[in-house]
């Protein structure tokens, strides 16, 4: 992708839009990193993205990924106009004028072509106190109104679980007493702020990071093998989470540097699960979590342990993005405006993974879930036909204007997997 030649008069990748000042196009090949670090230098910022730096702008807009916030969107919503070359090899400009066309465009899987560019639209660079908590899981996931305080008074939370990190040797383990570590950012202070996060700041967490991210590497093949080892895995790693990594107390950042607040995760890789789920209630969410929490209890009880490094929970505004899962919380399609994210992530070739992750994807459809198609899924039986039918107007849509737009009449750009999502 990075080989796709740039037609922009400088020949640069990724620039403020000509005539624009906070308008800012990007070509494939530029990754959250670029993005980040072009961000920081124009002091723009977009209000929420994935946390991972390595992987492609155009990518994650493509599948429709997230960050989190509140009432933030997913980066797909503030994506203004997109050029792609169509089947028959011309370049089509689409732009969020055509709003019907464009929602299918925002979050296009590839379906309508190659993505030459896209411009999003960014917002003067916001400076977010950034604070880890560390509370028992009983007094937040089980504590519903509790939950729903700290997500509502809150610009955005972010919320790990790390199962076994209370477990002691004789003491039997009861995981309402793990704690839970919990990632609050608001906006507050200005550029002037003398606290604000330096490089000095930077290069040692960036360290750290790797540092933590090399052991996990090392340690993987030991931890796949040797599942009994979990525990103690656990308790160490979180320890060096909490005392090293990221402990509590506030800390004043610019808001690209706080949404990528984990270097090098592609060092050790994981299997990861995630679902949406529009957000109705509280009380749902607790049965959501507790779906992973009994599971994870269930299994340790045989000496299994399918669920070897968190569950993560991350609440977002409702996507005006056809085929991103966060438009199950659109009011269009009867969505409550806000949409609860929540992931399972094991290392690669943990034992029981895929049985793990069938049995909690079956709860979590009757829960009314759907799962984030950017990541694993489409191993969950029936879930082509659940997807279909809780999305039904949303993918609905989006065939029709793939239709109208006539980028594709033959299918070139589908594979099985888009055929049998969108039932073609
Ligand atoms: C460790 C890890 C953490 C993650 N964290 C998050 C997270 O916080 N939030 C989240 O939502 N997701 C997250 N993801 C998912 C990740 O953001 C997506 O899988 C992303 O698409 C990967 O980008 P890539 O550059 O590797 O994509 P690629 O594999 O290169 O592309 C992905 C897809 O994008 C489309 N595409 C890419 N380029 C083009 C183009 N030029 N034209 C047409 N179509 C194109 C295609 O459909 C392609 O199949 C995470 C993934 C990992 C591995």
Not at 30 to 44: N, Y
Not at 69 to 92: E, T
Not at 392 to 414: A, R, T, V
Request: aromatic letters at 10%; proline letters at 5%.
């Amino acid at each position: 992708m990075e080989n796709i030649k740039s037609d922009y008069e400088d020949g640069s990748r990724i620039r403020i839009s000509p005539g624009t000042v906070n308008h800012v196009d990007i070509m494939p090949g530029v990754t959250a990193r670029e993005f980040k670090d072009f961000q920081l230098e124009k002091k723009l910022n977009i209000p929420a993205n994935v946390i991972l730096e390595v992987v492609q702008m155009i990518s994650v807009v493509a599948t429709g990924c997230h960050g989190v916030g509140y009432d933030v969107k997913a980066p797909s919503d503030y994506v203004v106009k997109m050029r792609i070359m169509n089947a028959k090899g011309n370049l089509k400009t689409f732009q969020n004028e055509d709003s019907k066309m464009f929602k299918a465009i925002q979050a296009n899987f590839g379906c309508f072509g190659v993505i030459y560019d896209m411009t999003i639209e960014l917002k003067q660079q916001d400076i977010v106190k950034v604070e880890n908590q560390y509370i028992k899981l009983k007094n937040i996931f089980y504590d519903v109104e509790q939950m729903k305080k700290i997500f509502e008074e809150n610009m955005s939370v972010e919320m790990f679980w790390f199962p076994f990190n209370s477990e002691r040797p004789q003491v039997a383990y009861k995981p309402e007493d793990d704690e839970v570590w919990i990632r609050v950012i608001n906006k507050e202070g200005n550029e002037e702020n003398e606290d604000i996060k330096q490089k000095d700041y930077y290069n040692r967490k960036d360290l750290i990071d790797l540092m933590s991210e090399e052991s996990l590497y090392l340690m993987s093949p030991t931890l796949a093998e040797q599942p009994s080892i979990t525990p103690l895995f656990s308790w160490i790693s979180f320890a060096m989470l909490k005392n090293l990594i990221y402990p509590t107390g506030p800390i004043y950042q610019q808001l690209p540097n706080a949404v990528h607040f984990r270097q090098n995760i592609r060092m050790a890789p994981m299997y990861d699960m995630e679902f949406a789920f529009d957000l109705k209630n509280y009380h749902q969410v607790k049965k959501i979590i507790e779906v992973v929490v009994l599971k994870v209890q269930h299994y340790k009880e045989k000496g299994e342990y399918p669920l070897n490094i968190a569950l993560e929970m991350r609440m977002m505004g409702y996507s005006d993005a056809l085929l991103c899962p966060a438009s199950i919380g659109n009011p269009d399609y009867n969505g409550s405006r806000h949409v609860l994210f929540v992931e399972v992530v094991s290392i690669v070739h943990t034992d029981g993974w895929e049985r793990f992750c069938k049995e909690v994807a079956l709860e979590w459809m009757k829960l009314d879930g759907v799962p984030h198609l950017a990541k694993q899924w489409d191993f969950i039986p029936g879930i082509n036909k659940h997807i279909y039918e809780r999305m039904k107007g949303q993918i609905g849509e989006f065939k029709e204007q793939l239709k109208k737009s006539e980028c594709d009449p033959e299918g070139m750009f589908l594979n099985e997997t888009l055929k049998k999502l969108l039932q073609l």
